[in-house]
């Protein structure tokens, strides 16, 4: 398939692209009512079910105690947060969990809606396609998760960001570099390639794009 072997060159094309960067800007507070549903999350290959769904706060790729999983809302094939799970960051906004990467670990036993029962464990990510995209909902696929070495390389070097210090300004200057550096990857591959941004962060289950799941 065409759209394959584009989507596999990329692979080199997102680590040798690191031009660029966002702006500096200042994240605002938006805090939500304490049992508010915040920042519903899809883990999709087919949707599945069964996953541990959590943000990365602090930028180190893994799941730090005070970094909550979502529960799984099973009719509606989504993960959800509660704004009272993140008691343990200080300064917790939505914005900030916006601005994170959301993390999937698929374990044996959990259950594609395409494919069945799993049965070898794997890990997804989605990055967001800018700094503050306001784009609360998020879909962690094969396709967001082309960014990881990009992402991985940029994060290089980062001190130690205790979890409790996760949404301060040491924390949110890193998502303000790797958010730009995407931003500009996205808009190189768009320009360059005439790939839509929005290839990486479609629910191409619902879209019912078969191509993209043949590819997922």
């Not at 069964?50 to 005070?66: H, K, P, R, T």
């Not at 799993?118 to 890990?123: F, I, K, N, Q």
């Not at 503050?132 to 390389?153: G, I, Y």
């Amino acid at each position: 398939m065409k759209i394959k072997s584009i989507i596999i060159s990329l692979i080199p094309i997102l680590i040798l692209i690191s031009c660029g960067g966002g702006g500096s800007q200042d994240p605002s507070t938006s805090l939500q009512p304490p049992n508010s549903i915040l920042l519903p999350t899809k883990v999709i290959d087919g949707y599945v079910s069964g996953a541990n769904v959590y943000i990365d706060f602090n930028w180190n790729l893994v799941q730090d105690e005070g970094e909550p999983s979502a529960t799984e809302n099973i009719s509606q094939q989504v993960y959800e947060f509660l704004e009272s799970d993140f008691s343990e960051i200080s300064n917790f906004s939505t914005l900030c969990g916006m601005n994170r990467p959301r993390i999937a670990e698929v374990p044996f036993g959990a259950v594609d809606s395409e494919n069945g029962t799993v049965t070898e464990v794997y890990t997804m990510i989605y990055f967001p396609r800018s700094y503050n995209s306001n784009s609360e909902r998020a879909n962690v696929t094969p396709f967001s998760s082309l960014f990881t070495v990009f992402v991985q390389d940029a994060i290089q070097g980062a001190a130690n960001i205790a979890v409790q210090d996760a949404c301060g300004s040491e924390a949110d200057d890193i998502a303000i570099n790797v958010l730009g550096n995407i931003e500009s990857v996205l808009n190189d591959l768009e320009g360059q390639y005439g790939i839509n941004p929005n290839y990486f962060y479609e629910d191409y289950i619902a879209s019912g794009n078969a191509e993209k799941q043949a590819i997922g």
